[in-house]
C-alpha cells in the first residue's frame, strides 16, 4: 500500500508538472499571439499628432507631440473654456453685437458666424457660433464681453491674459496666445499634447460638451428693433456624423496653421481625445484623426 501511494503521488507530480509546462508554453504562445496582433502605428500627413485615453490620461500615440505650431481656430477651445469658468456665468445674458465686430471679420477675411450689428444673442448662443461655424465675430463679442477694461482693446487684451493663465494653470509649457481666435501676430501656438490636454479640460463641462457635439443649430436672436430672426450654424466638424461616436472637438485653419483637427470620441465607456496640426488639406486632417482614433481604440 504505501509503495503504491508513492507512485501515484510521482504520477501526479509528473502530470502536474507536464500540465504546468503546456500552461506556461500556452501562455506564450498567446502572449505572442497578442503582441503579434498590435495595430500598426498609423502614418499621418500632419506634421503633428498626439492621442489619448481621457479617462486615464495615458498618451496612446505621439508624432512631434511637443513642437510648437500655429494652431488656428482650435484656439477658440480655449475661449470657450475662459468664458464656461466665468463666474456666477449666466448663458441667458445677452451682447449687444458691435459693428467692431463685422468690421474685423471684413478687415481679416475671418470665418464668421454672420452675427448681424444691432442684434441682441445670448452668450450661449455666442458660444454656438464660436465652436460650430468658428465664428471669429462671436469669438471677438465674447473676448470684448468677458475682459476688463476701459476700452475694447483693453478687454481683449484682459481676455486673452485670462487664456494664457488658464494654459498656465494646467501647466502647459509650450502654449502662448496672442488673439482670441487663432489670427495672432505670430506668437499663437500650442502642440498637440497640449491642445489636447486644452480639450480634455474642457470637455468636463457639459455646457461645452453639448455644443461640440452639435451637427447643427438654429438659434432665434432679438433683432435691433425688437422683434426676432432665426441664425443657422453647422459644425465645421466632418467627424460627426461620420465616424461613429464622435463627440467633438474644434477644427482650424490658418495660412501657418494649415490644417488642424481636435478631436473626441468614445465607443465602449472609452473616451479618447486628441489632436492633428498642420494636415496638408481639410480632407486629411480629417483622415488623419479617423486613422488615429482606429488605430487607439484598438490599444
Known amino acids: ?26 501562455g506564450s504562445a498567446f502572449a505572442s499571439t497578442a503582441q503579434a496582433a ?26 512631434a507631440a511637443d513642437t510648437r505650431r500655429s494652431t488656428g481656430s482650435t484656439t477658440k477651445i480655449m475661449t470657450a473654456k475662459v468664458v464656461l469658468a466665468q463666474k456666477n456665468l449666466n448663458l441667458d445674458s445677452k451682447v449687444t453685437v458691435q459693428k467692431a465686430y463685422s468690421d ?19 452668450v450661449r448662443q455666442l458660444l454656438y457660433g464660436l465652436m460650430l461655424p468658428s465664428g471669429c465675430d462671436a469669438a471677438y463679442a465674447l473676448a470684448d464681453k468677458f475682459g ?8 481683449v487684451k484682459s481676455f486673452i491674459g485670462k487664456m494664457n493663465a488658464s494654459a498656465k494653470s494646467l501647466g502647459l509649457k509650450n502654449t502662448h496666445f496672442d488673439s482670441f481666435d487663432g489670427i495672432g501676430s505670430g506668437s499663437n501656438y500650442s502642440t498637440p499634447r497640449d491642445l489636447t490636454k486644452i480639450a480634455g479640460s474642457a470637455m468636463k463641462n457639459s455646457t461645452f460638451r453639448a455644443i461640440v457635439k452639435t451637427k447643427s443649430t438654429k438659434q432665434k436672436v ?10 443657422s450654424w453647422s459644425n465645421t466638424n466632418p467627424l460627426l456624423g461620420s465616424y461613429s461616436g464622435a463627440i ?19 465607443r465602449n465607456g472609452k473616451t479618447l ?16 484623426a479617423k486613422k488615429l482614433l482606429d488605430y487607439a481604440f484598438k490599444k
Open 248 to 266: 467633438g472637438v474644434k477644427t482650424g485653419s490658418g495660412p501657418s496653421a494649415k490644417y488642424c483637427l481636435v478631436f473626441a470620441a468614445t
Open 104 to 122: 474685423y471679420i471684413v478687415k481679416n477675411t475671418a470665418s464668421s458666424a454672420r452675427l448681424i450689428v444691432g442684434d441682441k444673442v445670448t
Open 222 to 231: 432679438t433683432t435691433k428693433s425688437g422683434g426676432y430672426r432665426y441664425m
Open 38 to 63: 498590435a495595430p500598426p502605428t498609423p502614418t499621418i500627413a500632419a506634421k503633428g499628432g498626439f492621442v489619448m485615453n481621457s479617462g486615464t490620461a495615458k498618451t496612446l500615440y505621439g508624432k
Open 273 to 288: 481625445i486628441g489632436t492633428v496640426l498642420t494636415s496638408t488639406s481639410a480632407t486629411t486632417r480629417t483622415a488623419d
Open 1 to 26: 500500500m504505501k509503495t503504491g501511494l508513492k507512485g501515484i503521488n510521482r504520477v501526479s507530480v509528473a502530470a502536474t508538472v507536464t500540465l504546468t509546462a503546456g500552461a506556461v508554453l500556452a
Open 148 to 155: 476688463s477694461g476701459s476700452t475694447r482693446a483693453a478687454r
